[in-house]
Structure formats: C-alpha cells, structure tokens
C-alpha cells in the first residue's frame, strides 16, 4: 500500500497523519517504511461488536512531496521474514 496517492501535480502535504486500522487481535505489528517517518504508540479503535478493540498504527511526515509516493508494509514481527 501507499502512505499517500498521487492528487495533482507538484503537490506538497506540510503535515500528513495516517491512521492504519487493522483487525481485531492482530498482534507482533510492524511497520517497514522506505523512508523515515515519525510512529505513535499503537491505540485502538471500537466498533460494534468489537471485544478487545482493533490495533491502530499512528504516523506522522512533514513536508510530504511527490517522491513519498512508495509502498510500506505491515508485517508480522513475531515471523521470520526472508
């Protein structure tokens, strides 16, 4: 997945927040980004019929401009990865 999408042209996001909802009981979250970015701690989020609440990852980039349109991952790090 992308952290943004192309909107226009030139584009640039002075402050961009994206919150990342993942399912319910999802633990061992990693995220791996090809840049560096700033990371809240991980809240949740409730909906109906939630029991324990769904994993939220925070993120926050200043200065956000065309070249930030890449792919980052969310992962497992209880696995191995190869």
Known sequence: M???DHVYD??????LTVKIILPEHSSGIDLVTPYSIKRDKNDLHYTYLDTV???VIIIHKDNVVENHIQDF??????????
């Not at 030139?10 to 402050?15: A, C, K, V, Y």
């Not at 991952?73 to 190869?82: G, L, T």
């Open 2 to 4: 992308k952290l943004i």
């Open 10 to 15: 030139d584009q640039l996001i002075e402050h």
């Open 53 to 55: 609440g769904r994993p």
């Open 73 to 82: 991952e969310v992962i497992n790090s209880n696995e191995k990865r190869d």
